[in-house]
């Protein structure tokens, strides 16, 4: 099966044109020697480890005995997005974004959707997600994912085309923003010329961005302007410790622990040396179990006791709030497009992805006679975690799965392996395509939903492989979009870009199979 390629219209390179987008920055990597690529790559990875861009890997999970701190790999070549292909998917991403806040908002007051039939009652009653004590709980703007990550793939549709697709929507604790901002700053360190050249969309004002949207998620009783923010963040230990500790800096808040907050009067103070300070507005890093000993787990001591006390009664504002979770469930993906045309009375902008929900039994048999080619996920997993991929599994782990399936089908859900997008990236042997995916970030607040023209694109290094999580041995890439008329500005310049002798031709080293 030929893969739908980012810079290629066909992969493996077969003399196919390169995307008008592309083709000043395909004359531009022609003419660089692989010793300077090389270099470059070595001086990134350098500057990572001294500034400390890390991730945390639990246990078990590290599997190559790397410690518990790694860099994520980061390849120099950016994905790029032409300038019409993301205004579509940006208005994709609002109307999604819209309408699964209103689906939170419905869920913990009217239940209009459950008393419609669009969504299944027991989805959401016998869903861990599910945080009853939300219900009814006011909260400002009816605003409850005020960050969302939502996962993009591009692949062939039935007409061949390229086309955009949801693969997952993140509104717990959605990460990986710091990446996308310290991959921009490294590419614009390493190739500054490139940017003169190509007319890149900024990144770089989205810490303002989000320190507004969290400013105006700020309590009645405080003005925006005022409001004294927070960055609740479970500790050093935590798998995304550096972002939480980038953002607070980025954003010039404070960045908190359980332990530095204490509730008064059902009102929220950080201590400080100058003596306990309100707090308006808590960013949380942490899951929902563990935010207040008195509500969730008691044994929790990465949260604040009274925190939900002083939540419900409006006193402070936690985002994202309480109970998303229930929105980002894997089994209440599918019913997302129902939900648009529910709130919204719109058709979906963005597709899903087919997807079979094996608590039903009719899927779940279909799924069990297609496991080798399916894509089989856990409903609350994460992380590439619990995951079969069928193509690329054992028998015998075709045949574990098949047994963990029996035992829970609720616990599961099933797509098709699609033919993901892939962009050429630097590995050992040269230029060779790997699989990517896309994760925007959507910000919402009474004021409305902004973002910024980009995101996190995850790459997979192994050849092959589908599974992008950087726990996983995925990597990242710098993300372009491009301004208007920039494709018409691409295609002049590289007309007027010479082919120099002895050139690295990305096309010649492109190798391996996707």
Not at 16 to 40: E, F, I, N, P
Not at 65 to 71: D, I, K, N, S, V
Not at 334 to 361: A, H, Q
Request: charge should be negative; charged fraction near 20%.
């Amino acid at each position: 099966m030929q893969k739908f390629d980012e810079m290629y219209a066909m992969l493996p390179f077969d003399g196919s044109d390169v995307r008008t987008h592309y083709k000043a920055y395909a004359q531009w990597l022609a003419r660089q020697a692989q010793t300077t690529m090389r270099a470059r790559q070595a001086e990134a990875e350098m500057i990572f480890r001294r500034v400390g861009i890390t991730f945390a890997v639990y246990g078990d999970k590290d599997e190559s005995g790397a410690g518990t701190e790694r860099l994520i790999p980061f390849d120099l070549i950016p994905r790029i997005i032409p300038a019409g292909e993301w205004a579509r998917m940006q208005q994709g991403l609002v109307q999604r974004v819209t309408a699964l806040n209103r689906f939170i908002e419905d869920i913990y007051h009217g239940q209009a959707i459950l008393h419609a039939g669009i969504v299944p009652r027991d989805l959401i009653d016998g869903n861990a997600q599910f945080r009853p004590q939300m219900q009814g709980v006011l909260v400002p703007g009816g605003v409850y994912a005020h960050i969302a990550g939502i996962d993009i793939v591009r692949a062939r549709n039935a007409q061949g085309e390229g086309e955009y697709y949801v693969l997952e929507d993140n509104l717990r604790v959605p990460s990986g923003v710091s990446y996308m901002l310290e991959n921009r700053k490294m590419m614009m360190r390493l190739f500054p010329e490139l940017f003169s050249t190509h007319a890149v969309e900024p990144v770089a004002h989205y810490p303002d961005l989000l320190l507004d949207t969290l400013r105006a998620s700020a309590p009645g009783s405080a003005g925006a302007a005022s409001a004294t923010v927070v960055v609740l963040t479970p500790g050093m230990y935590n798998s995304a410790y550096f972002e939480h500790a980038f953002l607070a800096q980025q954003m010039g808040v404070e960045l908190v622990e359980g332990q530095d907050l204490v509730v008064r009067d059902r009102v929220v103070y950080m201590r400080t040396t100058r003596g306990l300070q309100r707090v308006d507005v808590i960013y949380r890093r942490v899951d929902d179990d563990f935010l207040d000993p008195q509500v969730f787990r008691p044994d929790s001591s990465l949260g604040c006791a009274g925190l939900m006390d002083a939540y419900r009664a409006g006193n402070v504002t936690i985002c994202n709030a309480v109970g998303t979770g229930i929105a980002d469930d894997k089994s209440v993906y599918p019913y997302v497009p129902d939900m648009i045309r529910f709130y919204l009375g719109e058709e979906p902008i963005l597709s899903n992805v087919p997807t079979w929900l094996c608590r039903k039994p009719d899927d779940l048999r279909y799924v069990l006679d297609h496991l080798h080619e399916l894509v089989v996920k856990e409903v609350h997993g994460a992380g590439g975690y619990g995951m079969l991929i069928g193509p690329a599994a054992t028998q015998a782990e075709i045949a574990s799965f098949r047994q963990a399936l029996l035992a829970n089908p609720a616990g599961y859900i099933a797509q098709p392996t699609l033919s993901l997008s892939s962009c050429p990236t630097m590995v050992e042997a040269g230029i060779a395509p790997r699989h990517i995916d896309l994760r925007p970030f959507v910000l919402s607040s009474q004021e409305g939903v902004r973002m910024v023209a980009g995101g996190l694109t995850r790459v997979a290094l192994k050849e092959g492989s589908l599974v992008v999580n950087s726990s996983q041995g995925g990597g990242t890439k710098d993300t372009w979009v491009l301004g208007d008329g920039s494709e018409a500005l691409a295609a002049s310049l590289a007309a007027g870009l010479p082919q120099s002798a002895g050139a690295w031709s990305p096309q010649a080293s492109l190798v391996g199979g996707v």
